[in-house]
């Protein structure tokens, strides 16, 4: 075994950067091709309603995945070991409870837009403050995230080239692709390049493997503790006690509430294809231990040295792959970058269009909601753009994305979950809930992170925001007048729901039956946490 202690240098050759300008120009031409037949915001926001499953998951997964975490979760691996993947196997089982309880009421409602349902269980004024609260987290956590990642990217291939010129032409090639396409092209888009960066976790996880020679190796070359799933109570990055104080509320949040990823699941063209995209991200999010987190933390031993965790994958990407595939690799890499911040382009401008313009009736005709969607596209394009630096302050982009996560969307999480099972919630609940508890999560976020007077784990503060926000909802609920009964009947969940749901299972056969591959993934995911923990 030969441990490198540099990184390699970057330098393509001639076929791989024809690769890379051949991928995207393709990557462009299918966002053209297949945009240019919508007429409707409809059409461009969830594409029809007429995604079936396999783009369901590859579009979830992607909305998750692409290029952000493919660097956090191995950077993640590099810097801290596998406690990372506590959020994967968090993720698939919380997927699991979002098929059975939530999303046969998100498809049955009809509803184009997370928000409007809570215009439906309490006010529109709730509607309109939550639709607020969700552009503002797309611009600044997921847009600004997918730049840092594909910033990280190419500055390894262009070392000389600005951060600033970087960021704005990920920014303009990115906006370009979505406002091309809509959501369509950003999901079959996805499919393409979520398959190439699969097939590539798995060729750089074998040759890392042969690279250290055994299993044994493997763990000794993780730090200290490294190799626990449940770390110390005390531990900076992930103590154990973080996962069910931080990591399964925050996780609640992105699958269940967060509208740029449960967009792909209202595309799907009924509940069956729908359970069956969810249930395959359930299970794509198993691997990603093997395809990311292990690469990076095996990059340990073969490149210690790094400045930056947060390269270690492009690095064993540009070391282990040969001439030309190198090129499609990197160019899938820089091209999931791109949907990654299509999704959320796409999906923060679909709020804008149907939770504004269209709710409030600014604009009626659909050619000119198509353009004001495409427009708001554009704009975002640049606010992502300027934030985007800022993430160059934290550690890793891990670490940066679930620490604002955790504590400004607790009292989303309240607020929602309460409206779907708790009858007694009340509109001024929810609402005092959002304004009050969302802004003093921004301010701990800030004076815990960023200036660093408080010191506090940050999965501890989503623990503390979310008893905070629990309070202040409960409270008020008891202190405000009740909901009314027919706004209930409609609009919370009924065990009556459940029992229909089996009723529509009798006489299927076992693989057509969502519960025994809910079951499945369920059985595997433990096997992996008990061998692990």
Known sequence: MILLTSAPSFELATIDYIVVAVYIVFILGLGFYVGRKEKSSGSFFLGGRASTWPLVGFGLMAANLSGASYLGLAGAGYYDGISVWNYEWMGSLLLILFTFFILPFYLKSGVETIPEYLERRYDPKTRYLFSGFTIFTALFIDSAGALFAGTVTLGLLFPAAPTWVLIAGLTFLGGIYVILGGLRAVMITDTIQGVLLLIAGGIIFYFSF?????WQAVVEAAPQDGFKLFKPADDEFLPWPGVFTGVFWIGIYYWATNHVVVQKVLSAKNLNH?????????????????????PGLMGRAIYPDLDDADQIWPILAFDFMPTGIRGLVFAALAAALMSSLDSVLNGASSLVVNDFLKRKKIVVDEGKLLIYGKVTVGVFMVVAALWAPVIFMFDGIVEYFQSFIGHITMPVVVVYLGGLFWKRATREAAFYTLIIGAPIGLAVFFIGEIFEVIDIQFLYSTGLMLLLSLSL?????FLTPKTEREKLQSNTIHPSDWKDQLRNMEGLPWYKDF??????ILALTLAMVIWLG
């Open 515 to 520: 519960r025994f591959w809910a079951a499945t």
């Open 210 to 214: 042969q690279e250290l020679g055994s």
């Open 274 to 294: 729908g359970r069956g995209g969810v249930l395959f991200a359930a299970f794509m999010k198993l691997p990603f231990l093997f395809l990311l987190i292990l």
């Open 473 to 477: 909802f409960i409270t008020i609920s």
